[in-house]
């Protein structure tokens, strides 16, 4: 019992003695002070005992609503706590308590009070914390993915719900949603071993490679997560098939001049017109590796995070006329026309020199396929904000599942015939960067037994557009 509490009582006590004692006092002593001078002595003790029974139990009834009122106040607000504690078992942080008085209740009731306040306080700072966990984790590139030891779904972020391509749901087994052996594997692992394990995953989204690592957490379950590896595992492949190609291709012309050296040497005295053809051949096979390197240099120039274009003001018209007129000569002398489609005098941002480089590597392509049409044709028209040039060419055409990979390097259409006209693959893979470093697009169009058309675009030039004076 509180000092307080035991004070109340006392209080309560004393009040019913000083009760009685009034009503003995002002009631009953002068009712039965006559009485007594004429009786013995046990007549009076049984009187004033009867007496003092009638004082103490007026004085009771009177105490007794005090007592009462008393206890119910008590009670309320006891009841009051209690329900207050429900409130916040249930999860109501801002439950608080209505504070009457000055005694120890009212001080349980304040304490009560700044606990609960301090409750919320924690309870929405880890919120917020929560929240900005679940935020960081759902912008990771990474996919993340939590799950009980029951093998359930705990958490995941939502990387983790775009690859799975179908919904996942927390509470639910993991291989519902997911049914990829080596990410299921490797989390049964730190699961049931307790260990980390890592995986790759190639059957989880369509194209798409995944590093997994998955670790046991140390409450219980496991956290696994998935890094997308499909650029690298490209770029790897690519680099790969970069080399084979590049030693496939130096290999035979090496072969040739090797093999034709071989013979001249064993000759003692070799023919003078022997000499000469295999002379030619090697000088061929010298050029071609030439040309090879200097495609090489080239195409690792313009894939440099290095390469620089000097832009300036050109018109569409004069890049078509001056490309006609630099490569005429080489056209005629295989026999075909190269000839003007028309182009506006649009102003548009070029690099005069790398622009060459795109029309002469596009006719040259142009030039193996269009002996048959006997013509190639160059021009542009203008768009929106764009000029269109064109090359074409009225050869056998494209069949049309190579147009999206002819701009890749070493892409051949015909090998025969590429390698017999010393062609390289890597021309229009050259062309591409040197037009998507200007800010354009290039795309080729085409139809078996109808040629084939490239296209690509150049950004007009900011400003009024207006004619410029032709290069000189």
Request: include cysteine.
């Amino acid at each position: 019992m509180t000092p307080r509490a035991f004070t109340k009582l006392l209080g309560l006590i004393l009040l019913l003695l000083l009760l009685q004692a009034a009503v003995m006092e002002l009631v009953f002593i002068p009712m039965i002070a006559g009485k007594l001078l004429n009786r013995s002595t046990g007549q009076t003790f049984l009187l004033l005992g009867r007496e003092a029974f009638w004082s103490g139990l007026i004085a009771l009834l009177v105490v007794l609503p005090l007592a009462a009122w008393a206890a119910h106040r008590i009670t309320a607000r006891f009841k009051r706590v209690v329900a207050f504690a429900r409130r916040i078992a249930e999860g109501d942080l801002s439950a608080r308590l209505d504070q009457t008085g000055d005694d120890e209740l009212h001080m349980m009731e304040t304490a009560l009070n700044q606990t609960a306040e301090r409750l919320g306080e924690s309870f929405a700072e880890i919120e917020s914390r929560r929240q900005e966990l679940a935020a960081m984790l759902d912008s990771m590139q990474e996919a993340v993915v939590a799950i009980t030891s029951e093998g359930l779904v705990r958490w995941f972020n939502a990387q983790m719900q775009r690859v799975a391509g179908t919904p996942i749901y927390p509470g639910r087994p993991l291989v519902h949603s997911v049914r990829d052996p080596e990410l299921l594997a490797c989390v049964r692992t730190a699961l049931e071993q307790r260990e980390t394990r890592s995986g790759r995953a190639s059957s989880l989204s369509p194209g798409r490679v995944f590093e997994i690592n998955a670790a046991p957490l140390p409450s219980g379950g496991a956290l696994a997560v998935l890094h997308d590896v499909t650029r690298i595992e490209t770029a790897e492949r690519s680099r790969r098939d970069f080399i084979a190609n590049v030693s496939h291709e130096l290999r035979t012309p090496l072969t040739s001049i090797q093999g034709y050296v071989e013979t001249l040497m064993e000759e003692p005295q070799p023919e003078p017109e022997t000499s000469r053809e295999f002379l030619a051949i090697i000088l061929k096979n010298a050029v071609r590796m030439n040309r090879l390197t200097e495609d090489l240099l080239a195409l690792a120039s313009v894939e440099s995070p290095d390469y620089k274009l000097v832009l300036q003001p050109a018109r569409a018209s004069a890049l078509v006329h001056d490309a006609i007129d630099s490569l005429g000569g080489i056209v005629l002398d295989s026999g075909i026309e190269l000839e003007s489609a028309g182009a506006p005098d649009s102003t548009v941002m070029a690099d005069p020199d790398a622009m060459n480089q795109v029309f002469g590597n596009l006719i040259e392509n142009a030039l193996k396929y269009a002996k048959a049409g006997k013509r190639i044709r160059v021009g542009a028209r203008l768009l929106n904000s764009k000029v269109e040039f064109t090359v074409q060419d009225f050869g056998p055409g494209i069949a049309s599942e190579h147009l999206d990979r002819i701009f890749e390097r070493f892409y051949r259409i015909d090998k025969a015939r590429s390698r017999e006209s010393g062609g390289t693959g890597l021309g229009l893979a050259i062309v591409k960067h040197i037009v998507l470093a200007h800010g354009g697009t290039i795309w080729a169009e085409s139809e078996l037994g109808s040629g084939a058309t490239f296209h690509f675009t150049l950004p007009l030039a900011p400003g009024p557009q207006h004619p410029l004076a032709p290069a000189v």
